[in-house]
């Protein structure tokens, strides 16, 4: 199937423990933030959102977390699991949340072992 | 399966044939994003659509792309005398604009490859 992101930043965790994933964003203007996994093969999965005014939003095992001041964001998995194992984009948009293009970070591959 | 097809799943062109692919949205969404995406890198913005209208064209969508949505429903995306730069991951989106939920939801996405 389709390989995606051959020569990306990995994390490597192990089952069960929690990964954080980093990512820089470059527009100081970008009031909206995506989460998106990729596995092989297959478009960008939604994981979560968050707002400009929000500094963290959590769901059913992650976390997302915003610093404007620094800007950087960052996601939080907890338990990671095998089937977590993908590459993780971050994106930013710089329109009013979310109708404008998105704009993707280099990504981060996360391979999860036993 | 996020509710966007994308067809053809993969297509193998020579150089300087037109190739054109189809994007069928979730039904009740407004708005139709393509990105292209290539080994190693995130997706890179094309066009958008609200409806029917283009609202946006990236740079990197030379006079070889065009995109249509006539109706307001599915999309397509035409590449004219393509190039092997062209090979890449071509990946439609769609959102909505109403009911405060603005995620872009992706298709599986298009692989072309020029050879």
């Known amino acids: 199937g389709e390989s995606v992101g051959l020569h990306l930043p990995t994390l490597s965790v192990q089952e069960g423990d929690n990964s954080i994933i980093n990512c820089a964003y470059s527009?100081?203007?970008?009031?909206?933030f995506i989460w998106y996994k990729q596995e092989s093969g297959k478009g960008p999965q939604f994981i979560i959102d968050?707002?400009?005014?929000?500094d963290k939003r959590q769901g059913q095992r992650v976390t997302v977390l915003l610093n404007k001041t620094v800007k950087h964001l960052s996601l939080q998995i907890a338990a990671t699991q095998p089937g977590d194992s993908a590459v993780y984009f971050c994106?930013?948009?710089?329109?009013?949340?979310?109708?404008?293009?998105?704009?993707f970070g280099t990504g981060t591959r996360l391979q999860v072992f036993p | 399966d996020t509710g966007v097809s994308q067809d053809p799943r993969h297509k193998i062109t020579k150089r300087g044939q037109n190739v054109t692919f189809r994007c069928d949205p979730i039904?009740?969404?407004?708005?139709l994003y393509w990105y292209r995406q290539t080994l190693g890198q995130g997706p890179e913005f094309l066009t958008y659509?609200?409806?029917?209208?283009?609202?946006?064209k990236s740079r990197l969508l030379s006079d070889r792309f065009s995109a249509e949505r006539p109706k307001g429903s599915f999309s397509t995306l035409e590449i004219q005398r393509t190039e092997q730069g062209d090979s890449a991951m071509y990946l439609c989106?769609?959102?909505?604009?109403?009911?405060?939920?603005?995620?872009?939801?992706f298709g599986p996405g298009t692989r072309l490859t020029v050879l």
């Open positions: 659509f609200q409806n029917e209208a283009q609202l946006e």
């Open positions: 968050i707002r400009s005014n929000m």
């Open positions: 039904s009740e969404h407004n708005r």
């Open positions: 527009n100081s203007a970008s009031d909206y």
């Open positions: 994106a930013e948009s710089g329109g009013h949340y979310n109708t404008d293009k998105l704009i």
């Open positions: 989106a769609s959102s909505s604009t109403s009911g405060g939920a603005y995620e872009q939801f």
